[in-house]
């Protein structure tokens, strides 16, 4: 009976995305605001211990949610199929550095672009020490 209703309440959601307008959902940010992390270097000067390793790529990673399925529906999967996830909608994201988390933010959009605006971030002795491990 708990699954009839879940799948009821999957059902709606599907059909409100269908006739929704989404596209008002994500909140407007200044264009500028990408520019302003161009400009904006770290002084090598100033962490001259770091000055070495400041180009090294790393993989950054920004998860709205996660789940875990078995295999047989995994196998069932088709194209236009929704798979559930553990976050809640309005619940902010994370975003992660090699896999470590670093911060939680929220999307924004700008000039037809995704972003990420930071809202809690770790220190930067956090991160390296996560980066580390």
């Given at each position: ?122 220190s ?6 996560k980066?580390?491990?």
């Amino acid at each position: 009976m708990a699954e009839q209703n879940m799948e009821d309440d999957w059902s709606a959601a599907l059909s409100e995305q269908a006739e929704g307008d989404f596209s008002q959902s994500f909140e407007k940010a200044d264009p500028d605001i990408f520019k302003s992390l161009e400009n904006n270097p770290i002084q090598s000067a100033s962490h001259p211990d770091i000055s070495s390793i400041l180009n090294i790529p790393v993989q950054l990673t920004v998860e709205l949610g996660r789940t875990k399925i078995v295999i047989k529906n995994l196998l069932q999967l088709t194209q236009g199929s929704v798979i559930e996830l553990e976050g809640l909608a309005g619940e902010s994201l994370d975003v992660l550095i090699n896999g470590c988390l670093i911060a939680h933010g929220e999307v924004v959009v700008v000039n037809d672009k995704y972003g990420i605006r930071l809202a809690d971030i770790t220190s930067p002795a956090e991160r390296i020490n996560k980066l580390n491990r």
